[in-house]
């Protein structure tokens, strides 16, 4: 059913949907280069990729998706604004649920336009909404940006507001981080190393790539760290309200300017979501209903650090997604050393939409 | 194998090997039906979920490594209290600064952005390690693999720290290596498990649980 042929012509259904909105049509290799795809990605995917090695061309690896190769295209054709959707198979292993398919198709719509992002962002989940516009699902969004701005507004250390950017997708880690950044407490280890007269006493031979200059910079930054004022109680609470949110965005909206308040860093991101709301209603989105949850897009790719969504079969929340999508800014500067162009987008499971049509 | 042999003779079943040294054939003592098979442990879990053999002594530490989802397709029936390793991740003595998952975290943060590529952990289990540090929320690192003489890597610059199997942790040290507080990955040991295929005759799920009974289970 992944790839039947019936999943095929969805599919191309689909992309000449996305190609009349003006996308151009583009086309990926499916043996990609492993080393930039990975390190970017990270161990998790790695883990989920087809990886082979090439006498001459060293590793490669199946496409796990299609952002990867498409912001290289776009980066190399210099184009702005453009928009693109394609059509193909991308490849994950399943680790545990053997039921799920490895080979599936997707099909994608990608807005490359640093004028008006709230409506680069409408314009995406509209046309991923209209792809599945007769199907019975749900869509859940949320905004990784808000949260993010609000990590950058703790009264706090650089540091620590890039410790805590840096685990925005390890909810667990995040967690235990705001914990000791609240306590003010140094872990005992910790704290007998910063009170050594000589910290290197039982370091013992120097091996290894990680040089003594290198943990000396830590320990440093571990002095630093310990002599810093703890987060204040009333900053992780309103934290904590951001990312418990789970109401309708209008809703979401209200609540959030509220806590701009006393909170002033997420004006911005908050002004951002309101523009994003009305720019979905003009085309047709009907946000008094659209679902946001403070936390939502935590636990997926790790590159999506603005708006994000997913569309989600009606009946049936255990499924995954039929669709996923959202703003991706960083992960265009990553790749473009140093050149960012602003990137939003969304793909499409077409078999996982057939099989919703069928029932 | 001979802690083994003790382990199933102690509640009385005789396991002995028959025929030459050099042959890895066996016979069983104490009750009918049941045939012995030797193979090298790593092979064991393979064996299992694919139905070849239906009762195996291995690490558990193999099992989990091998096999995606291995508790549904094996099951546990016994530790056998012997063979004991742990499964853990070990830093140069030199990173005084690093004690905890959380101090290798942010050094692996460091690493990277002072070197440019993720920090390399050694190692030749690749799934617990990786499963043990995505709930642990470790990030920035990268697994490199090795099948062997891993605690030289770090050593030879080839990993910055590594993952292993250790007992008494003293090749560790000689290597210059220290365990993290917290970097206790799997407490491994010799243990009997069963296959969990659906296509066992009744003949042999008798079998098993008179067997069972034998054994005290």
């Known amino acids: ?23 151009q049509v583009v086309k990926a290799d499916v043996l990609q280069p492993a080393d930039t795809l990975l390190d970017l990605y990270g161990e998790d995917i790695r883990a989920r990729s087809y990886l082979t090695s090439d006498p001459l061309r060293g590793e490669m690896v199946l496409r796990p998706d299609f952002t990867v190769p498409v912001v290289q295209m776009h980066m190399q054709a210099h184009a702005d604004p453009a928009r693109y959707t394609y059509a193909g198979k991308v490849f994950r292993k399943q680790e545990t649920d053997e039921t799920r398919a ?12 640093g004028q008006n992002p709230a409506n680069a962002d409408a314009e995406v989940f509209a046309a991923i909404a209209e792809g599945l516009s007769d199907l019975p699902v749900r869509a859940a969004t949320g905004d990784i940006g808000v949260l993010m701005a609000a990590v950058r507004g703790l009264r706090t250390t650089d540091d620590r507001k890039a410790a805590l950017l840096r685990h925005i997708w390890r909810p667990g ?8 950044f609240g306590s003010g407490q140094v872990p005992p280890a910790r704290a007998a190393l910063l009170a050594a007269d000589d910290p290197f006493a039982q370091a013992g031979a120097d091996i290894g790539l990680r040089s003594r200059k290198e943990v000396a910079a830590r320990i440093e930054a571990l002095r630093a760290d310990a002599a810093t004022a703890p987060i204040a109680a009333e900053e992780i609470a309103l934290i904590d309200a951001i990312l418990g949110l789970r109401e309708t965005a209008p809703n979401v909206l209200s609540a959030l300017r509220d806590i701009a308040v006393d909170m002033p860093a997420i004006g911005t991101a908050v002004a951002g979501l309101d523009a994003r709301l009305d720019a979905m209603n003009a085309h047709g989105v009907d946000v008094a209903a659209l679902e946001f949850e403070g936390s939502y897009g935590r636990t997926s790719l790790e590159y999506y650090d603005g708006f994000v969504f997913g569309f989600y079969a009606t009946d049936r929340p255990d499924h995954p997604p039929v669709a996923t999508g959202g703003r991706y800014d960083a992960l265009t500067a990553q790749l473009g050393q140093g050149r ?13 939409a057939l099989g919703l049509r069928a029932c | 194998m001979d802690k083994t042999f003790d382990w199933f003779g102690a509640r009385g079943i005789g396991l002995r090997k028959s025929g030459s040294d050099r042959e890895y054939a066996g016979a069983v003592d104490g009750i009918d039906g049941v045939e012995l098979v030797l193979l090298s442990a790593g092979e064991i879990p393979r064996e299992l979920a694919a139905g070849n053999i239906h009762l195996g002594v291995t690490g558990s530490d193999l099992v989990r490594e091998k096999l995606a989802n291995w508790d549904a397709r094996v099951a546990e029936l016994a530790p056998m209290g012997f063979g004991g390793a742990d499964l853990i991740i070990a830093v140069p003595q030199a990173w005084v600064d690093v004690a905890t998952l959380d101090d290798l975290d942010a050094a692996a943060a460091a690493f990277r952005r002072a070197h440019g590529f993720r920090l390399r952990i050694a190692t030749k289990y690749h799934r617990l ?13 990268q697994l490199v693999d090795s099948q062997g003489a891993t605690e030289g890597t770090v050593k030879n610059e080839t990993a910055e720290a590594i993952a292993d199997i250790t007992s008494t942790g003293e090749t560790l040290r000689a290597n210059g290596l220290k365990i993290l507080d917290d970097g206790l990955i799997h407490a491994s040991q010799a243990t009997l498990f069963r296959g969990r295929r659906r296509d066992w005759t ?7 649980k008179a067997l069972q009974m034998v054994l005290g289970l």
């Open chain 1, 1 to 23: 059913m992944p790839t039947s042929p019936e999943t095929l012509i969805e599919a191309r259904r689909l992309r000449d949907l996305f190609a009349a909105k003006g996308a």
């Open chain 1, 102 to 113: 490895n080979e599936y198709v997707q099909v994608g719509y990608e807005v490359f336009d």
């Open chain 1, 173 to 180: 880690r995040f967690r235990a981080l705001m914990r000791r």
């Open chain 1, 340 to 352: 960012a162009v602003p990137a939003v987008g969304g793909v499409i499971r077409p078999d996982l």
């Open chain 2, 129 to 141: 390690v990786r499963e043990f540090l995505r709930e642990q929320g470790v990030a920035d690192y």
């Open chain 2, 202 to 208: 009744d003949e042999q799920r008798a079998k098993l």
